[in-house]
């Protein structure tokens, strides 16, 4: 139970931190982190943390591609939450 809950954190925390490195390597204009890599990262349970760091740090908002599939990976993750909460908790929305 507890991996359930300490496994979504840390992927959220480490696309943060992807985020944050792919910025700072664009000012720099030096590798940056290849966008696959973050939206795999996104749809793998990292979306919240995608999207935090697309906001805090203004990066990507141009890509409208991007967006969007940072978008409907966290509305994945929402709707499996309440498939989890609902099917094993029998919580009603």
Do not use: C
Request: glycine share 8%; charged share 15%.
């Amino acid at each position: 139970m507890l991996l359930l809950i300490l496994l979504p954190i840390s992927l959220n925390i480490y696309a943060l931190i992807q985020m944050y490195w792919d910025k700072r390597q664009a000012k720099k204009d030096a590798w940056r982190v290849p966008e696959k890599q973050l939206l795999r990262l996104g749809f793998l349970g990292g979306s919240l943390g995608i999207l935090v760091g697309i906001y805090w740090f203004r990066h990507k908002t141009q890509k409208r591609s991007f967006l969007w599939r940072a978008w409907a990976a966290f509305l994945l993750h929402l709707l499996l939450l309440g498939f989890f909460l609902y099917y094993f908790y029998g919580l009603e929305f």
